[in-house]
Nanobody, 123 residues
């Protein structure tokens, strides 16, 4: 079992930066792939980024590549998403997820989800 709690969302102007965090509890955190997804109103949940258990393999959606960075600190049971050069189209609820997905960009392949944190980017 893994419990996930996101934090760090908020309102930021376009071009600004924000870091969201996901605190995890449960012994399997260190073995889990961690993913970030987002969902805007009226849209499907979409993949943002993922990181493997050791932190040396990361994947990004094309829409955020070069602007967002995913990282994890297994000693703190926390995964981070640093978001730079934010755009209004990045506005969404951001969710973290944990599991051992066969395809990291597919939401239903993850086993555990947080409750989400709102990120709003104003133009």
């Amino acid at each position: 079992q893994v419990q996930l709690v996101e934090s760090g969302g908020g309102l930021v102007q376009a071009g600004g930066s924000l870091r969201v965090s996901c605190a995890a509890s449960g012994r399997t955190f260190r073995l889990s792939v961690m993913g970030w997804f987002r969902q805007a109103p009226g849209k499907e949940r979409e993949f943002v980024a993922a990181i493997n258990w050791s932190g040396d393999d990361t994947r990004y959606a094309d829409s955020v590549k070069g602007r967002f960075t995913i990282s994890r600190d297994n000693a703190k049971n926390t995964v981070y998403l640093q978001m730079n050069s934010l755009k209004p189209e990045d506005t969404a609820v951001y969710f973290c997820a944990a599991g051992t997905p066969s395809r990291v960009a597919t939401p239903h392949k993850y086993d555990y989800w947080g409750q989400g944190t709102q990120v709003t980017v104003s133009s």
